[in-house]
């Protein structure tokens, strides 16, 4: 009965939170809203190898609308301590207006990290080739530094984090896209890891600037 009634302490808790946050994100006056669920599923083949299955949902137009999946593929090497690789493949779907449009993307990412006191630091490049409906392939680089503060705190252990990724579109050759993440990771389940998120995402087009505010949940397996 203790373990029931701290779930569902921890699931109002969440739904509040939910509910709060989104009044604090429409008092900015962004262009949307959007909840962002994504869950990824990992197995170990070895101390250096891992496969992985990903599946993201988005929705948009004030959470109310299903605009976005993508079911992703991935292969991970630890190169040493600090550094690995990734081959990935995702199958992306998405409502532009009227049209819904698919995209294949294979990518490749190398990553590394490591520690401060504290502090763990980690960054990421990754390059995607963006195999698009009824448009040209394009190449497409993202990157993405993040830093987590502390062990776990309370009994819940709680990490916070800060995050940011850089999008540049080899096609336009330009920056067109960055997003900004406030977070907390939960460590006291055994089962799975969730994420929390808070998400400023904002994109560039013809000179002028669309900002979106995303809630989002990430469950890691």
């Given at each position: 009965m203790k373990i029931v009634k701290?779930?569902?302490?921890?699931?109002?808790?969440?739904?509040?939170y939910l509910f709060a946050l989104k009044g604090?994100?429409?008092?900015?006056?962004?262009?949307?809203?959007?909840?962002?669920?994504?869950?990824?599923?990992?197995?170990?083949?070895?101390?250096?190898?891992?496969?992985?299955?990903?599946q993201d949902f988005r929705s948009g137009e004030n959470m109310s609308k299903l605009l976005y999946l993508h079911a992703?593929?991935?292969?991970?090497?630890?190169?040493?301590?600090?550094?690995?690789?990734?081959l990935?493949?995702?199958?992306?779907?998405?409502?532009?207006?009227?049209?819904?449009?698919?995209?294949?993307?294979?990518h490749v990412q190398i990553a590394w990290k490591g520690k401060s006191g504290q502090f763990s630091i980690s960054s990421r490049?990754?390059?995607e080739y963006r195999i698009r409906q009824g448009k040209?392939?394009?190449?497409?680089?993202?990157?993405?530094i993040s830093l987590n503060y502390g062990k776990g705190f309370t009994s819940l252990k709680l990490v916070p984090y800060l995050a940011n990724e850089f999008f540049y579109d080899f096609e336009k050759n330009e920056y067109n896209r960055n997003r900004?993440?406030?977070?907390?990771?939960?460590?006291?389940?055994?089962?799975f890891?969730?994420?929390?998120?808070?998400?400023?995402?904002?994109?560039?087009a013809n000179d002028s600037f669309t900002h979106i505010g995303v809630l989002g949940f990430k469950f890691n397996f």
């Open positions: 701290q779930m569902i302490i921890k699931l109002i808790s969440n739904i509040l604090i994100l429409f008092a900015q006056g962004l262009d949307d809203i959007q909840f962002w669920h994504a869950e990824k599923f990992q197995k170990i083949i070895n101390d250096k190898t891992s496969l992985s299955l990903e992703d593929f991935g292969f991970r090497r630890s190169l040493n301590k600090s550094y690995s690789i990734n990935n493949f995702r199958e992306v779907f998405e409502q532009k207006g009227q049209n819904l449009t698919r995209e294949h993307r294979p490049a990754r390059l040209d392939s394009v190449f497409r680089n993202r990157d993405m900004f993440y406030v977070g907390i990771k939960v460590g006291s389940i055994k089962s890891k969730p994420t929390i998120y808070i998400l400023i995402q904002t994109k560039i």
